[in-house]
């Protein structure tokens, strides 16, 4: 029986301390550093699965599966204290998911190992201790020595049966979208309502209305009707948050920002082919892991807007 009440406690504690320690750093990097960097997002992970593998097996001794499934408790408990903590909403967690699960598991293993090497309870704490300690330090320090974010583009291109002198009237300024968002739009990203402009040819200023607010898009080239181009001088926040609170924003929807985009249009075989793109920056790492959701995104706000343009233009 005592042994049973000790596996059981050392599953329990290795369930909730390295949340508890994990929701700590989130904070310290989100909302004390503004960092959504490499410590967080790969670090932090293999500090959780190594923590939680040393606390359920110290000596290395439990079966390998067993330490893992152990070590997977910590995500709902980690997520349930950020979310109460109002750092994230849900839908952030979610998509960290895919990336920590693995990493998870890898600092399980590698808390495993260690374990078996060190074959010393107290020195296996001391040094789970110490990489705990290092871990806010080079939080720090890439919050310190973080490079310019990467310039990325999303180019999507619809066929238009209308011609190119309407398609253009629509791209300028376009009705309300009386569709609901569908896709990756369905789980409380920003998406476009309708659009407008004020002014004709270079300087003048479109709005494209999203749920969340406006986007201001200053004009930059005007080339009628084969080119529209724009600036983004100010943007609403990118999404709405999924959260028990009624309104909680988070450090990481100023990180992810437009920064021009523009409208092609060019004719092929009797139809107009309209051509989107929009070129936007995020500081959040690894950047080839967040840029998936990135470019989905806005590709479906991309869709969004020209499949509409291409109804309104067809039904002309």
Known sequence: MGSTNSRSLR???????????????????????????????????LFIGFTSSMIYSPRGTERLRYTITVSFLTIPVIG????GMAVEGLICLLMALPLALPLIAVGALLGTAAARIIENTRKGALITLMIGLIIPGLMGAEASHSDPPVLHSVVTTVEVDAPIETVWKNVVAFPEIADPPSGILNLGFAYPLNARIDGTGVGAVRYCNFNTGPFVEPITEWSEPTKLAFDVRSQPEPMTELSPYAE?????????????????????????????????????????????????????????????????????
Do not use: C
């Not at 290795?14 to 949340?19: C, L, M």
């Not at 349930?80 to 979310?83: D, K, R």
């Open 11 to 45: 599953i329990l504690l290795a369930a909730v301390v390295p949340p508890l320690a994990g929701s700590l750093l989130v904070y310290l990097s989100a909302v004390t550093l503004g960092l959504y960097g490499w410590s967080t997002f790969i670090g932090l992970p």
């Open 80 to 83: 349930l204290m950020i979310v």
């Open 248 to 316: 909680l924003h988070t450090s990481h929807l100023e990180y992810i920002r437009s920064r021009r985009g523009q409208f092609r249009l060019y004719e092929k075989d009797g139809k107009t082919i309209l051509e989107g793109t929009t070129f936007y920056t995020h500081d959040i790492a690894p950047d080839i892991y967040w840029k998936l959701f990135s470019d989905e995104i806005i590709h479906d706000i991309h869709l969004r807007v020209l499949n509409h343009i291409k109804k309104i233009s067809e039904e002309k």
